[in-house]
């Protein structure tokens, strides 16, 4: 063969070979670029729906915790009440033992009463009358400190009952 007929030989295999890889590269890019395309479509189709499923998540975390806000408003509201008519009821009683409308007394033990002489029986009927008793009134003073003793305790308990509310509520 002589030397055009090789160059013709091998321009048509070149041309061959150029043409059959851009149709291969064109096949392939049209191919992989719908799979590409598809496999974006479905990836945001996931995303949308997870995005959805936070958000939906979301508000009821939301409605869940306006609830228990709501709640715990109402606890606080009743344990605040429960803490000022508690006030009051010491107030009130204060005001009493000070102006001597009240008096503390203390039931005296049975040995102190047998030493009186004073001829009163020390046994209680069982109908639960107390008869008969020797009752000694306590300094104001002492009064007030075991009022004041009191009210601590009860806004103590008051205090806890609120705690204990909370954490019923937190917890539900």
């Known amino acids: 063969m002589n030397a055009l007929g090789w160059r013709v030989a091998v321009l048509a295999l070149l041309l061959g070979a150029y043409f059959g890889a851009r149709g291969a590269w ?36 939301q409605e ?6 709501d709640r715990l408003e109402s606890t606080a509201g009743t344990h605040w009440k429960e803490m000022s008519d508690a006030k009051k009821t010491q107030d009130r009683l204060r005001d009493r033992l000070a102006t001597a409308d009240l008096r503390l007394s203390v039931v005296l033990a049975a040995t102190s009463v047998e030493g009186c002489g004073c001829g009163v029986p020390t046994a209680t009927s069982t109908a639960g009358v107390v008869h008969g008793v020797v009752r000694a009134d306590l300094d104001p003073a002492h009064a007030q400190r075991i009022i004041a003793i009191t009210d601590e ?20």
């Open 64 to 69: 869940h915790r306006r609830g228990l806000e």
């Open 153 to 172: 305790g009860d806004r103590g308990l008051i205090a806890l009952k609120a705690c204990q509310a909370y954490v019923r509520e937190v917890t539900r």
């Open 26 to 61: 064109l096949w392939q890019d049209n191919h992989y670029g719908k799979a590409l395309a598809d496999q974006a479509g479905e990836y945001r189709l996931e995303r949308e729906d997870a995005a959805a499923a936070v958000i939906k998540w979301q508000a009821e975390e």
